[in-house]
């Protein structure tokens, strides 16, 4: 989680990237002399020929979180899942919000494909995943258990974001015979330990429903128009887990994990970094890496370094 949620919702806001049109008038000068229509000819032509062969490479391209995955029925609910690739399994466990999904890693598993079997689970709520009765950090931690049950595999490495990060650190302690090694990315166990010393902790509250519904409307239609659900229940839910004051878990569970951890923080994650090497010091043989000019979306904003890091962990 992160406290500038207070004020700004990390997982609605969006970077609208130029359109293919705005790139292509960039990149090409076009403040040509007025008399020069010969010129101005020539330069549409090779605009219109950038244009037609940009879109049609041929190059088949996805759609993460919506590319015809399959489903696996847990305490009843349907967990909605894609996989990607060849190898030792990878488990990618995604960060907690209504606009959450697959599609958070899809920066991320063209080239983690190309090494590993990727298998990408909605989490349970989000996504195309049916929503759980209650929800907590135990309640993941029993819905991931299980799935990588169901997935009949020997073990998988793990890498989880945010919420998926702190689910990962839970499941490398109760299931040491699945996961092999854990990447867990933008993790934090409660607000008190995770915020500055000199941010007061009772100030750091969520927004309320109703006000952030008002700025949101696209993201709430997106949600209902995947599976009947109810948003506000979700929202309620996470903020209750996130806003915890003391810890999520007790710091034993640290103590139990006897597999490789790598602790992973942006420089300018909200999370304080302390807390990052709190956790990695207290997980025996862990490591622990922070990542330049990042903030908490890490995975949008350093795909390619994040994969080389993994990459190397898990050899």
């Not at 219109?48 to 015809?68: D, H, I, P």
């Not at 607000?191 to 429903?209: E, F, G, Q, S, T």
């Not at 409307?217 to 004051?245: F, T």
Request: charged residues 25%; contains cysteine; positive net charge.
């Amino acid at each position: 989680m992160a406290w500038r949620w207070a004020t700004v919702d990390r997982y609605v806001v969006k970077h609208a990237p130029l359109q293919k049109h705005q790139r292509y008038a960039q990149a090409w000068r076009t403040d040509f002399p007025s008399n020069n229509r010969d010129m101005k000819k020539v330069f549409r032509l090779i605009l219109v020929s950038v244009l037609w062969t940009s879109c049609n490479t041929g190059t088949k391209t996805f759609e993460y979180g919506s590319n015809n995955g399959r489903q696996v029925v847990i305490n009843g609910k349907k967990i909605y899942y894609e996989e990607y690739g060849q190898g030792t399994p990878l488990l990618l466990l995604s960060g907690g919000g209504l606009s959450r999904s697959i599609k958070d890693f899809e920066k991320c598993i063209p080239e983690l494909a190309k090494h590993y079997r990727v298998i990408a689970p909605d989490s349970p709520g989000q996504g195309r995943s049916e929503q759980p009765d209650t929800l907590s950090y135990y309640v993941l931690l029993d819905f991931m258990s299980q799935f990588v049950d169901s997935l009949k595999i020997d073990s998988a490495y793990v890498m989880g974001w945010s919420d998926g990060g702190i689910t990962g650190i839970l499941l490398a302690e109760k299931r040491p015979d699945k996961v092999k090694k854990l990447v867990a990315v933008g993790a934090n166990n409660g607000l008190r330990r995770a915020i500055p010393a000199n941010v007061p902790i009772d100030a750091v509250k969520p927004m309320p429903l109703d006000e952030w519904a008002k700025n949101n409307k696209e993201s709430i239609n997106e949600y209902m128009n995947k599976l009947p659900r109810d948003w506000k229940k979700l929202l309620n839910e996470l903020n209750k887990m996130w806003y915890q004051k003391d810890e999520y878990f007790s710091d034993s569970i640290y103590g139990r994990i006897n597999i490789p951890v790598m602790i992973v923080l942006g420089d300018r994650d909200d999370i304080i970094t302390e807390h990052g090497l709190e956790m990695h010091r207290l997980i025996k043989g862990s490591q622990f890496c922070v990542l330049p000019n990042t903030s908490h979306e890490g995975f949008a904003e350093r795909p390619d370094l994040i994969n080389k890091i993994a990459i190397d962990f898990f050899k």
